[in-house]
């Protein structure tokens, strides 16, 4: 992520309506095509042929990791958006000056909290990577989006409180973004279209192959296009399927 200052100021568009996601089980797996705006996935094809690590996945682990991946794939575009190709909003310091803190406020009707943002990452990632894109997701040691103290003017609604010694100010916390942050203009992965390669390895992981730019598993890759295909996997903890990494 580049270090020059984020002077755009414009707030996180909807995921793009044109976006296809196709779940699709490879080798000897199943093979299921779903959309981000359909609400139940296609048919597949037979599901108890043997997986390479010899585990068999039932029907209902098959549609569940189908669904599951839909979902963790879309919102894990949401986070590309946010941490890398967009980021959120912020009001200009006076006069165009850099903050002294090195951090703008935030200026979004999307997210207001820190917290938000947080419970967000954990609902998509294992709890450590979550932490990670939260903290360190450069690995530079410095986060994207923190809280900041700034000052508000003081309100007095009791007359018996007015006095000199009263404070005109008092701190209030806010949602804040690095002023280093900047949107990464050279990143040209074409989400519009994507098939996800879904192969189940137990009841609680499932490896994930992400092809972009309209790729299928039976595509040819080479070096030209080789960058349109994404690895990752998902782990069910406590009944939930969280992705085991952030992928973009």
């Not at 005109?168 to 519009?192: C, M, N, Q, R």
Request: glycine share 4%; charged share 25%.
């Amino acid at each position: 992520m580049s270090e020059k200052k984020y002077k755009e100021n414009k707030s996180i568009i909807p995921l793009v309506s044109t976006i296809v996601i196709a779940v699709i089980a490879i080798v000897l797996a199943i093979v299921a095509m779903i959309t981000l705006k359909k609400d139940k996935p296609g048919n597949g094809s037979d599901p108890s042929q043997t997986i390479s690590n010899n585990f068999v996945p039932s029907n209902e682990l098959i549609e569940e990791c189908t669904y599951a991946a839909h979902d963790l794939v879309r919102d894990n575009f949401s986070v590309i958006r946010l941490y890398i190709t967009e980021g959120l909003a912020h009001y200009d310091e006076p006069y165009g000056n850099l903050p002294e803190d090195g951090i703008y406020t935030v200026n979004s009707t999307e997210y207001s909290s820190l917290e938000q943002i947080e419970e967000m990452l954990k609902s998509i990632y294992v709890n450590s990577e979550a932490e990670r894109v939260l903290t360190n997701i450069d690995g530079n040691g410095r986060a994207v989006y923190v809280n900041r103290e700034i000052l508000v003017d003081a309100v007095y609604t009791d007359e018996a409180e007015s006095g000199e010694s009263r404070p005109l100010y008092t701190t209030e916390t806010v949602l804040g973004i690095s002023a280093d942050f900047t949107p990464d203009t050279s990143y040209t992965k074409d989400w519009s279209t994507c098939n996800i390669a879904v192969l189940p390895k137990s009841e609680t992981e499932c490896e994930l192959t992400i092809y972009l730019g309209g790729l299928t598993p039976d595509s040819e890759i080479d070096e030209t296009n080789k960058d349109s295909v994404l690895e990752t996997a998902m782990r069910k903890i406590d009944g939930e399927w969280r992705l085991a990494q952030f992928v973009y």
